[in-house]
């Protein structure tokens, strides 16, 4: 067996290890960040369980920590007696980025992970099978439930050679965004192997199964190995280490090779990670900032790397760079070795250790102005600019063009490869992750006025007649659907308020036109809901009176949380696709009968026709469509 079936096959509880059927396997830790915490913690409590039944859960305070109100702050204060009553570890806001945090800290080799993040194939990085999924998801798995998804295919990526200067392992995964594309990984698990990775970190694994999430992958894995040893060793974790090896070198669905020997600092160019191209192809454009951090690159690792370019450098006098440590580790480390003073001599400005600009929190770039980001994602907008131009690529690629102020080859710079050493012991200190109470009786939970309860949809109509308010094209983000940044995120806990921008940066009016047509149709192209995992993409039209998705294809994330809210996603073909027109009507005269005895339902659009569309939908699926969404479908079990 190679890594990822080896992992599946050693949690599996229901389903057969063939791609394509619906498995379930047991989840032995979970992680929730503070933007999908609340609401995940909020469900968790409807299912009136009195302590999680994990081996381990982390709630981590990353993303929305902005104190512009008392939303987040407010927010904070429930997700840490939350934590503390119902048997979770809490790690206080400023403690560093989730997925850093929990690679550092509490990844095992060998066994699952279930986070309310994207990102959290991060911890991959160690030999586990860390997948990411929406709240309700993750509250379930925290109840003691197994987690239900399309067994992938598996694709192995052979790594050969070994890194030239310039080049890091962020070109590695640039790389294969660049092969596979946004849609390449859906319904795939990306196992690393071969020579090359013999001389590759923890740290710069998880640079690159992290980004796994922009392939659309379930997850991405390296094998657990002497590096896996080394890393957990140094963080004082050796006994967690076990070896996870595949048995033999071809037994995959795909392989493909990587040279690094031949790599080259690549960069993903304005909007999309996919849009990638060689940093040489388009080096001399004047740029404006230059933003080192994010999950993908910000560990103890890449600061040292940053912080070796910039030392007795300046930053170029056009450009503003900021760097966010990963962790608080990180931070300390480099604060103890001089590192940072040489950071803070060149001119940088130092952040927190979070997530930050990378979802928009703060640092949105001037007006036409190119930002460099070592983030994972360049969404339109994203930044919290609108029509900005958003590159991302390494932190070598980034420290040498924050100097120079134009993008540039670090390979043209550096002479030699920037060799940073894996610590033999990192700076342990875990007082900012707060261990749950031993009297749980005794914590109340503190709930401000911005947490509101989450809405529940009724069962399945038996008929629908709806319109189709918004026809959308290919790719579109959960960014699009439910943006982020700094005036939205702190409504995460309280869906009334936030429904009010679902679409706000594709069309305006898409709330105001959903409510007075009582609901209605999202028309979608192919892999439709990439990105995150973010909930409230499904939640929020859910509670707009959204009934139905059509779409080409569905990215694997959302597709789930739209059928946990009780939305149905149906896929179409391309000539249906077309002959829809926004603000059609469409009539699904036999719904729940269609969805609960047959294969396929029937759509009636209006001066159109009939067509009939496969719902695609496992027993366990149409059961929830049919109750209305996951949480009605187990209050009836
Ligand atoms: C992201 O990178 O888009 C986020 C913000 O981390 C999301 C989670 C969220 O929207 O809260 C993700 O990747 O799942
Ligand atoms: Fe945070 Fe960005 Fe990573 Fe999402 S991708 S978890 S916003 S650092």
Redesign the pocket.
């Given at each position: 067996m190679n890594v990822a079936q080896k992992l599946i096959g050693s949690h599996i509880v229901s389903g057969e290890m063939k791609a394509g059927e619906e498995i379930s396997i047991t989840i032995d830790q979970t992680l929730t960040?503070d933007?999908?915490g609340t609401m995940a913690y909020l469900e968790f409590e409807a299912m009136g369980i009195p302590k999680v039944k994990t081996k381990l859960s982390v709630s981590y305070v990353d993303?929305n920590t902005l104190q512009a109100g008392f939303e987040n702050a407010d927010d904070h204060r429930f997700l840490k007696s939350i934590a503390s009553k119902y048997g979770l570890y809490f790690s206080r806001p400023g403690n560093g980025i989730c997925h850093q945090l929990h690679m550092e800290r509490f990844a095992v080799p060998g066994e699952t992970l279930l986070g309310?993040?994207?990102?959290t194939p991060n911890a991959g990085s160690v030999g586990m099978l860390a997948i990411?999924a929406g709240g309700l998801s993750v509250a379930l798995a925290m109840a003691g439930e197994p987690f239900f998804l399309v067994m992938p295919q598996v694709v192995r990526i052979n790594l050969k050679g070994t890194f030239g200067p310039g080049v890091s392992a962020k070109d590695v995964i640039l790389e294969v965004l660049r092969r596979l594309t946004v849609k390449g990984g859906v319904g795939k698990i990306i196992e690393y192997g071969g020579k090359g990775i013999a001389n590759l970190t923890v740290p710069e694994r998880a640079a690159i199964t992290n980004m796994g999430?922009e392939l659309g992958a379930t997850t991405s894995v390296f094998p657990s190995d002497e590096q896996t040893l080394a890393f957990l060793k140094a963080q004082g974790r050796e006994k967690d280490w076990m070896e996870l090896k595949p048995d033999s070198e071809d037994e995959y669905d795909e392989i493909i090779e990587i040279d690094l020997d031949v790599l080259e600092p690549l960069i993903a160019t304005p909007s999309s990670p996919d849009n990638v191209v060689k940093v040489k192809e388009i080096a001399g454009e004047p740029i404006g900032q230059v933003c080192i951090g994010s999950?993908a690159n910000s560990s103890y690792m890449d600061l040292m790397s940053a912080a070796n370019i910039l030392k007795g450098n300046r930053v170029h006098p056009d450009v503003s760079l900021t760097i966010s440590p990963g962790s608080r580790q990180a931070l300390q480390m480099i604060t103890e070795n001089g590192a940072l003073a040489d950071i803070i001599a060149s001119g940088a400005r130092l952040l927190e250790c979070t997530?930050g600009p990378?979802?928009g929190m703060g640092q949105s770039p001037a007006t036409d102005t190119i930002t460099l980001r070592t983030f994972?994602?360049n969404f339109p907008g994203?930044s919290g600019t609108v029509n900005d131009r958003s590159y991302l690529c390494s932190p070598l690629t980034a420290a040498v063009s924050a100097i120079i102020g134009k993008i540039t080859d670090p390979a043209d710079i550096l002479k030699e490869p920037i060799v940073v050493k894996l610590p033999e012991n990192y700076l342990i200190d875990d007082s900012m992750i707060l261990p749950p109470s031993d009297e749980p009786d005794k914590v109340e939970i503190i709930r401000g006025p911005n947490i509101k309860p989450f809405p529940v949809k009724g069962p399945l109509e038996d008929s629908l007649k709806a319109k189709v308010i918004l026809k959308v094209g290919d790719n579109i983000t959960?960014?699009d659907i439910m943006p982020?940044g700094a005036k939205i995120?702190p409504l995460?806990s309280n869906v009334p308020a936030i429904s009010e921008y679902v679409f706000s940066k594709v069309d305006a009016d898409f709330p105001a036109r959903a409510k007075a047509s009582g609901g209605g149709i999202v028309l979608g192209g192919l892999n439709y809901g990439q990105?995150?995992?973010?909930e409230?993409a499904a939640l929020a039209p859910m509670y707009l009176g959204v009934k139905v998705v059509l779409a080409k294809s569905f990215a694997r994330?959302h597709k789930d949380n739209l059928i946990n809210f009780g939305i149905l996603p149906l896929t179409v073909g391309e000539d249906i696709y077309d002959s829809i027109s926004q603000d059609a009507e469409i009539e699904f005269p036999n719904l729940s009968k269609e969805v609960r005895e047959l294969s396929k339902v029937t759509c009636e659009v209006a001066r159109i026709g009939i067509f009939r569309v496969e719902h695609g939908l496992t027993e366990r699926q149409k059961e929830m469509i049919l109750a209305g969404g996951l949480l009605n479908y187990i209050k009836e079990k």
């Open positions: 960040q933007a999908t993303h309310s993040d994207s990102h990411g999430a999950c997530c990378c979802i994972t994602r994203r959960t960014d982020a995120l995460r990105g995150s995992s973010r409230h994330i």
